[in-house]
T-cell receptor
């Protein structure tokens, strides 16, 4: 079973700051990487996915992938209280299932 | 367009009973995956079905089974329920299966919260 680790939480940032969430994975055969947001009591909601090394931006969100170092990050700029949630990273290994990390709880303080 | 729909939303069972959870994927999606999520943890993969065939199985006992129907909807069955089966069961759909080069993202339904007494 491939394993993922996410930076220990919970993470608290003030409103307007940049929140940085990190995820490392243990297998070099990984193909694609996903970030999901999960509000308490709700199901995961897809935020972004990234397949290639480098950065991918979508609004206030930037996903960063470094396959050589085996990590993927999510940056949230201008953090808002509504961004307070648990963020899950998922890795899809080719020919295998999605593997989710344990999640990082983010709190954005007004 | 409707998203992934799951039923029921909540379910209370006792130990030893069996349960059937249902999922309808997003229109056009042919792959359905099932996950178990306990409080404080990420979703754990149970099954994936694509084109009505099992394409992946997680580390769950044989008490767990699933199937996919011709209309791509799916059922998850759990027999001989244990207290430890209490969790949020999530269904996710995607355009293609895990053995596809396209690596399509998965979209989740609202889940079924199963409580075992």
């Amino acid at each position: 079973q491939k394993e993922e680790e996410q930076n220990s939480g919970p993470l608290s940032v003030p409103e307007g700051a940049i929140a940085s969430l990190n995820c490392t994975y243990s297998d070099r055969g990984s193909q694609s990487f996903f970030w999901y947001r999960q509000y308490s009591g709700k199901s995961p909601e897809l935020i972004m996915f990234i397949y290639s090394n480098g950065d991918k931006e979508d609004g206030r969100f930037t996903a960063q992938l470094n396959k050589a170092s085996q990590y993927v990050s999510l940056l949230i700029r201008d953090s808002q209280p509504s961004d307070s949630a648990t963020y899950l990273c998922a890795v899809n290994f080719y020919g295998q299932n999605f593997v989710f990390g344990p999640g990082t709880r983010l709190s954005v303080l007004p | 367009d409707a998203g992934v729909t799951q039923s029921p939303t909540h379910l209370i069972k006792t130990r030893g009973q069996h349960v059937t959870l249902r999922c309808s994927p997003i229109s056009g999606h042919k792959s359905v995956s099932w996950y178990q999520q306990v409080l404080g943890q990420g979703p754990q993969f149970i099954f994936q079905y694509y084109e009505k065939e099992e394409r992946g199985r997680g580390n769950f006992p044989d008490r767990f089974s699933a199937r996919q129907f011709p209309n791509y909807s799916s059922e998850l069955n759990v027999n001989a329920l244990l207290l430890g089966d209490s969790a949020l069961y999530l269904c996710a759909s995607s355009l293609s299966g895990v053995d596809s080069y396209s690596n399509q993202p998965q979209h989740f339904g609202d889940g079924t919260r199963l409580s075992i007494l």
